[in-house]
């Protein structure tokens, strides 16, 4: 009952609040937080802690960089560097890999240094690091040429060995390799330690002499979190289920990382998959009972905990901090919350033909998804509305996308104002423009998303119908900037989101 009392307290206080504090951010500036925590698209998530720092990488699949992120209390985070700038391995620069690309990766801080590892489906096993988290981290190195291999970690034992758990594309079974202490080679071709219900996601954990791979189970949508331990790192391992989704409407809490704080206290980052937005990250707090973690809350004293909506900051003093999405494009480099939608032809982009804009070079292509230099970033939270001032020259089409399962576009081309729908071009408006405003708006819960144009700033019409969407190659829905055709070109002012 006292449970049952504290979670209706936590909801009362924080919905009381929220009509001050949008719901897209998770810490509600009272003392409390409401999940997801960041609402917005970061796939199975990873965290660490390094002194009074966390910091978090995701899976980011096609789109490039793999965003390292940075926070002090938990709730609120800003990236400060990516890790690479384009993959060279073959068709990554002709859009071929939608869906492929970085899944699941693993950041750890050991000697001195941050590592990360991630696997790709059709390419390996890659490894970068750095002495610190914004860079500048290290070419990516090939640890081994494999397919279908996914979710590695690496883990640095007391004695200073090294090892590395993965899974395997279609998830499981869990394997334990043995890797060069530098962490740059497998010595083995694993030793199988676990078989589960899409056993994925693999993160190590040793406390009190206990071995722990942290693990979900059951698939995305409906699966739970499982937990491996055992005093040997081969095994054998005992299993204990510590986190479902119960009475909650949270489905499926899915892969992510216990992390402690300095002062002794535990937390578990894990992600939600919507059917929009993509796979949000929610924050569950966690304790431990005989040497097993325990996730969320126990509500009806199983001994497996629920996820929780709403609960107290891990540091109340606290105040929501959004994450960078706009851009004048007055600096020397691109915001870190861009990203490429595959490699970029770096010929065919610049700040600094016209100051303060972005160029974007007219390349040939059949479509929005089959163009080059598609410049975009993550659209965060419920609703927002993304602007642009865009100029415009030759014989091309530029304009304002948004793109998840479905390719929607808007902009200029030389009939005119036109709209695209995985790939149907349809003008709406014939006539010369040269400089145009652009507006989507995107409500996530109603699922409804329009295209505007204006030509003074001020006041927008509608372009076509409001359209839906959906997260598509295991990505949610993202916004962003184009230009493709034979010749030509389009200048962009600036990109600002907001509610």
């Not at 402690?260 to 990250?281: A, C, I, K, N, S």
Request: with cysteine.
């Amino acid at each position: 009952m006292r449970k049952v009392l504290l979670l209706s307290f936590f909801v009362s206080c924080a919905m009381a609040w929220a009509q001050q504090v949008p719901l897209s951010w998770g810490d509600q500036g009272n003392g409390t937080y409401i999940n997801p925590v960041l609402n917005i698209d970061f796939s199975d998530p990873d965290v660490i802690r390094v002194g009074e720092k966390y910091y978090m990488v995701a899976s980011d699949f096609h789109f490039l960089g793999m965003q390292v992120l940075e926070s002090d209390d938990m709730l609120n985070w800003c990236y400060v560097s990516q890790i690479y700038s384009r993959f060279d391995e073959p068709g990554w620069d002709e859009n071929q890999h939608y869906a492929g690309g970085s899944w699941a990766p693993a950041i750890r801080f050991h000697d001195g240094e941050f590592y990360v590892y991630f696997c790709t489906p059709d390419e390996g096993l890659y490894m970068s690091k750095a002495k610190s988290a914004a860079g500048p981290w290290s070419p990516l190195h090939l640890v081994k040429r494999v397919v279908k291999w996914e979710d590695p970690c690496p883990f640095w034992d007391d004695d200073g060995k090294a090892y590395l758990g993965r899974s395997r594309h279609g998830a499981g079974p869990i394997i334990v390799h043995r890797m060069s202490d530098d962490g740059r080679e497998l010595f083995d071709e694993g030793v199988t330690v676990y078989t589960g219900p899409v056993a994925e996601g693999t993160k190590w954990l040793k406390r009190n002499g206990y071995y722990y791979l942290i693990i979900p189970e059951g698939g995305v949508g409906q699966g739970w979190q499982t937990v491996l331990r055992s005093k040997n790192i081969y095994g054998p391992y005992e299993k204990k289920v510590v986190l479902e989704q119960g009475s909650t409407s949270i489905n499926g809490p899915h892969q992510g990382a216990l992390v402690d704080t300095p002062d002794g206290r535990w937390w578990f980052y894990h992600f939600q998959e919507t059917p929009v937005l993509g796979r949000v990250v929610h924050l569950q707090p966690a304790r431990w009972v005989d040497d097993w973690p325990l996730m969320g809350v126990d509500i009806d004293g199983n001994g497996i905990g629920e996820p929780v909506s709403v609960w107290t900051s891990p540091f109340p003093g606290s105040h929501p901090i959004p994450l960078q999405t706009d851009d004048d494009f007055n600096d020397s480099r691109l915001g870190l919350q861009w990203q490429w939608n595959h490699n970029p032809v770096d010929d065919h982009w610049n700040l600094t033909d016209r100051k303060g804009w972005l160029t974007l070079k007219a390349l040939p292509a059949s479509c929005l998804k089959e163009s080059h230099n598609m410049l975009t970033q993550k659209v965060i939270g419920y609703e927002s509305e993304s602007v642009t001032l865009m100029s415009f020259s030759g014989d091309c089409r530029a304009g304002l996308f948004c793109i998840g399962r479905q390719f929607h576009a808007v902009g200029i081309c030389p009939e005119g104002i036109y709209v695209e729908t995985d790939g149907n071009v349809e003008v709406i408006r014939r006539g010369k423009y040269a400089k145009l405003y652009l507006k989507v708006t995107d409500d996530c819960i109603k699922n409804e998303h329009q295209f505007y144009f204006s030509t003074d700033g001020r006041h927008y019409t509608p372009v076509g119908a409001p359209f839906a969407m959906r997260a598509g190659f295991w990505k949610g829905i993202r916004v962003g900037l184009f230009c493709y055709g034979d010749n030509g070109q389009a200048q962009f002012d600036y990109f600002r989101m907001g509610k």
